[in-house]
Structures are given as structure tokens and as C-alpha cells.
């Protein structure tokens, strides 16, 4: 008798400690892709992309960056995105992972980053800032729901 409970808990100590493993494997790969979406983001900004914001931002979005007077829905954030452009461009970005949770469906990426921008007559201004980023999984991948941020004062 007590060899067969201790089978039986020897069993379900490896059927745990599976569970355990492959949600940690999820979890790792969760954060890894949630960061790929952060990156891409970033690369899409200084590659010129201009169709980032309806790749990457769910359609309910609203991002508030420090120099916002209110909270930017995604038709604004793409208006600004214009603006910025015809001002100059982004030439360098670096990005510094601090955390990234995961729960469900919904994931929070907290960052630093430093940026240089080129104005149009050919100065660059390089800054360094912080954001925090609320992604949503869809059907389509990753998606940014929200973030706050931006350069330190």
C-alpha cells in the first residue's frame, strides 16, 4: 500500500512539475514576442514605415506620451506621426527592457530608450526617455492597446 501512494505521488509530482514547465516556456515565449512587437514598433518609426500604426495598434488604442496634452487615439496618433515626420526623422534608437508581465491575454512592457532625431536642417538631438506599454493578444498577434511615456525632463 505504501509503495502504490508513493508512485502515485511520485506521478503527479511529474505531472506538475510538467505544467509548471511548459506554462514557464509559454510565459518566456509570450514576453519574447511581446518584445519583438515593442522593437518593431521602434524599427518601423526610424525605417520610415508609415503603416506601423495599422499593423500595430489595436483599434480601440489610446496612447497618452508626455509631450500629449490629453490621452491620442490611433486616428491621432497616426495625424502626429505625419507631423513628425515632415519635421525630421528618427536616425538611432536603443531600447532597455526593464520588466515584461504577461497575464492572459494582456501584457505590460516596461522600457527605457535613447533616440536620435535629425531635423530637417540636418541637426540631431539625442534624448533618452521611458515608456510603459500595454499590449493585447488578437488573432492578428500582439497589438498595442495603450502606452505612456516618453522623454526624461
Do not use: C
Not at 519574447?32 to 483599434?59: F, H, I, Q, R, T
Not at 512592457?109 to 530637417?120: C, E, G, S
Amino acid at each position: 500500500m505504501k509503495a502504490a501512494a508513493m508512485v502515485k505521488l511520485v506521478l503527479a509530482g511529474i505531472y506538475l512539475f510538467g505544467l509548471g514547465a511548459a506554462y514557464a516556456a509559454v510565459s518566456e515565449n509570450d514576453s519574447a514576442d511581446v518584445w519583438a512587437v515593442v522593437e518593431e514598433v521602434w524599427n518601423s518609426d526610424e525605417n520610415g514605415d508609415k503603416k506601423w500604426p495599422d499593423k500595430l495598434l489595436a483599434a480601440d488604442f489610446v496612447g497618452w506620451g508626455k509631450s500629449s496634452p490629453a490621452p491620442r487615439g490611433k486616428e491621432s496618433t497616426k495625424m502626429w506621426d505625419r507631423f513628425s515626420e515632415q519635421m525630421g526623422k528618427t536616425v538611432a534608437h536603443e531600447l532597455y527592457p526593464l520588466s515584461i508581465i504577461v497575464h492572459d491575454d494582456v501584457a505590460v512592457a516596461h522600457y527605457l530608450y535613447t533616440v536620435a532625431f535629425q531635423d530637417q536642417e540636418g541637426n540631431i538631438e539625442t534624448s533618452n526617455g521611458r515608456y510603459t506599454d500595454v499590449l493585447v493578444r488578437t488573432d492578428a498577434g500582439w497589438k498595442f492597446l495603450a502606452w505612456h511615456g516618453g522623454q526624461d525632463d
